[in-house]
Structure formats: C-alpha cells, structure tokens
C-alpha cells in the first residue's frame, strides 16, 4: 500500500455525474494506492503512519506538529495509478494494482482506521473506481509518500 501525502491549505474532490462534492480545510490531502496482497496490516500501518506525521509547523515553524495536532482534517483518494509501472514502453502497466473486489474492502478499511484516529467529522473521501476532479491549494509544497512494505530487490 502506498500514500502520497500532500500537506494542504484546502482540498476537495467533485464527482458531477454523482453530484459529488467534499471538501476539506486545513490538512492531507491522501492520493492512496492499494498493491494485489495487500491487507489489514498495511491498512493499519499506513493509516497510522499518515494520521501521525509530523509535517505541521510548530511555534517555532518546525515541522513537528500531525494532522491530530493542528486539528487538520483529512480527504482520501482511492488512485490505483500510483501502481502505474512506466520502466518498459510509454504506457503504464497497472499489473501491480489490486483490482476492486480486492481494494474497495481495504479502501473503506482505510478510511474506517483514519476516522477512528481524528474522528468522523474530520475526513472525507472520494468514492472508489470514479472519475474524480480534485482541486487541492497545497501549503508548502510538502509532499511525503508513505509505504506500507519495503521493495524487494529485484
């Protein structure tokens, strides 16, 4: 399981055909990719690992406060893509990628364990598997990609 994280001052997500729309103030904005054999315990690390980074100024403008801290909220995007394998040719091979009936249970896993961290109210999320226009104000720029398993060598 990968995340990339974005530290925002505002993000939203707006699906049209579904009249659609989420919107987060101060927080992260995650871009999450589900792996085939992934599980609970990437769920768990990931979700954790994100609600728990501490990539928000303190008073002194060090990054040493969460998302918890500052009372940020959080928007999650399913993104199978991040998977995307570009080594070979120009077009993305997504062989990586868990297909639906994998991925949506631990997706929903995801968000489940991030509202158990900072509470229902605090995080929205897009909906699994639709065209999705994401409008975010990134606040930095501060960018980490958290994963949930180290890479074999090949």
Same mark, same amino acid.
Request: hydrophobic letters at 40%; glycine letters at 8%; proline letters at 3%.
């Given at each position: 399981?990968?995340?990339?994280?974005?530290?925002?001052?505002?993000?939203?997500?707006?699906?049209?055909?579904?009249?659609?729309?989420?919107?987060?103030?101060?927080?992260?904005?995650?871009?999450?990719g589900i792996k085939t054999g992934d599980n609970e315990e990437d769920v768990?690390?990931?979700?954790?690992?994100?609600?728990?980074?501490?990539?928000?100024?303190?008073?002194?403008?060090?990054? %040493?406060?969460?998302?918890?801290? !500052?009372?940020? /909220?959080?928007?999650? $995007? +399913?993104?199978?893509?991040?998977?995307?394998?570009?080594?070979?040719?120009?077009?993305?091979?997504?062989?990586?990628?868990?297909?639906?009936?994998?991925?949506?249970?631990?997706?929903?896993?995801?968000?489940?364990r991030v509202k158990e961290n900072l509470g229902e109210e605090k995080v929205?999320?897009?909906?699994?598997?639709?065209?999705?226009?994401?409008?975010?104000? %990134?606040?930095?720029?501060?960018? !980490?990609?958290? /994963?949930?398993?180290? $890479? +074999?060598?090949?």
């Amino acid at each position: 399981m990968k995340a990339i994280v974005q530290r925002v001052k505002s993000a939203s997500v707006n699906i049209t055909n579904e009249n659609y729309t989420k919107k987060i103030g101060k927080g992260l904005l995650i871009l999450l990719g589900i792996k085939t054999g992934d599980n609970e315990e990437d769920v768990f690390f990931v979700a954790d690992k994100c609600c728990n980074l501490r990539i928000f100024e303190d008073e002194e403008d060090k990054m %040493n406060k969460s998302v918890k801290d !500052v009372s940020g /909220e959080i928007l999650i $995007i +399913s993104q199978f893509t991040i998977y995307g394998e570009t080594s070979k040719g120009n077009r993305p091979s997504f062989i990586e990628a868990a297909r639906p009936e994998e991925a949506v249970p631990l997706y929903n896993k995801f968000i489940s364990r991030v509202k158990e961290n900072l509470g229902e109210e605090k995080v929205k999320a897009g909906i699994f598997g639709a065209m999705m226009n994401i409008e975010l104000i %990134n606040y930095g720029p501060v960018t !980490v990609i958290v /994963e949930s398993k180290k $890479i +074999s060598n090949k």
